[in-house]
């Protein structure tokens, strides 16, 4: 009895994987930090998560990621990011992780409910989903890639000198509609409730930008289409009950993004808002080894060139921590 035990025991560890980095999440900011981390033979182990490649696998066109010429597709592009890491010898793996444990000296995480690892370092890169009005419409041209975006800065070079269509009410908001406007031949910005979340300061600035028209109260009923893109947005106005069509050829939505992270909140410290909460000027998190790159962290720039650069920078972090424990 005592053997079968002692041979239970033994089977269970040996089920417990131990690696020097795990990367949780994939994309711009997980890929490079796979890319880099590869490079220093940390032989890091990644998991694509929920969404294999992240956000810009629902972007149609990247034109604005250095090295691209003439632009590439979001798909086309994690692909051969997740190309160059395994090149390098990253294991990139199926699944996502269900469960932590970051109390103690070894770091432990679960995937799918049922492997255990245990790790040296970790790397989060779980980054943010855009929120979306949740409309049958909406969904489909933006799985299409034929007009509905969540960001301005990213898409909106593709609808110069055209009539697009932006919901929101926040700084972020009038951010993307003041970027819009200054290429858009005209901007109408669709503000949900009676009044602006946005500071005043961004507030007076939509309103003083002659070709954007802000409609109050009103709500999107439906975004119009011929099947493969966007030809108008259908708006209800609650103030005084009508209906009417707004001709535009692009509707992106800016209510807002939630971060990835409800997986970590136990342990990893964030910000009111559910972002991760990073050492300033470096990928740190407030749990010794564990690191943090792209939009889990990022709720200013939210572009793959920035959260390529902080997976470099959690990449190298993590090679320094380890270079301690020597």
Not at 153 to 159: E, P, S, T
Not at 186 to 195: D, G, P
Not at 254 to 269: C, D, Q, R, V, W
Request: proline share 3%; net charge negative; with cysteine.
């Amino acid at each position: 009895m005592t053997y079968l035990w002692a041979s239970y025991k033994i089977m269970i560890m040996s089920a417990i994987e131990n690696v020097k980095c795990l990367i949780i999440g994939s994309g711009p900011a997980g890929y490079t930090a796979a890319i880099y981390a590869a490079r220093a033979n940390m032989n890091p182990v990644l998991y694509q998560g929920t969404q294999p490649g992240g956000q810009l696998t629902t972007t149609n066109e990247v034109e604005n990621f250095p090295g691209y010429v003439d632009g590439v597709t979001g798909p086309e592009m994690m692909v051969q990011l997740q190309q160059q890491a395994q090149r390098f010898g990253t294991d990139v793996r199926d699944g996502w992780v269900t469960k932590v444990d970051f109390s103690g000296p070894v770091h432990k995480v679960w995937v799918n409910d049922t492997k255990e690892i245990h790790c040296q370092t970790v790397i989060i890169s779980t980054g943010a989903s855009a929120k979306y009005l949740g409309l049958p419409s909406e969904q489909h041209y933006l799985q299409l890639g034929g007009g509905v975006s969540a960001c301005a800065v990213c898409d909106g070079f593709f609808y110069r000198n055209q009539e697009v269509v932006i919901v929101g009410a926040g700084d972020s908001a009038c951010e993307e509609a003041h970027y819009l406007s200054k290429m858009c031949k005209k901007v109408t910005m669709l503000v949900r409730s009676e009044q602006f979340r946005a500071s005043k300061i961004m507030e007076a600035r939509v309103r003083k930008t002659e070709n954007i028209e802000i409609i109050m109260h009103t709500d999107t009923v439906e975004v119009l289409g011929d099947g493969q893109v966007v030809t108008g947005v259908k708006a209800h106005n609650k103030t005084s009950g009508e209906t009417f069509d707004i001709p535009a050829t692009g509707f992106f939505v800016a209510i807002g993004h939630t971060p990835n992270t409800a997986l970590f909140k136990e342990y990893i410290a964030l910000d009111e808002t559910g972002y991760i909460k990073n050492v300033p000027g470096s990928s740190k998190t407030n749990v010794t080894g564990v690191f943090v790159a792209g939009d889990a962290a990022d709720h200013v720039y939210r572009q793959a060139i920035t959260a390529a650069g902080t997976g470099c920078m959690a990449a190298l972090d993590a090679e320094r921590y380890l270079a301690t424990l020597e």
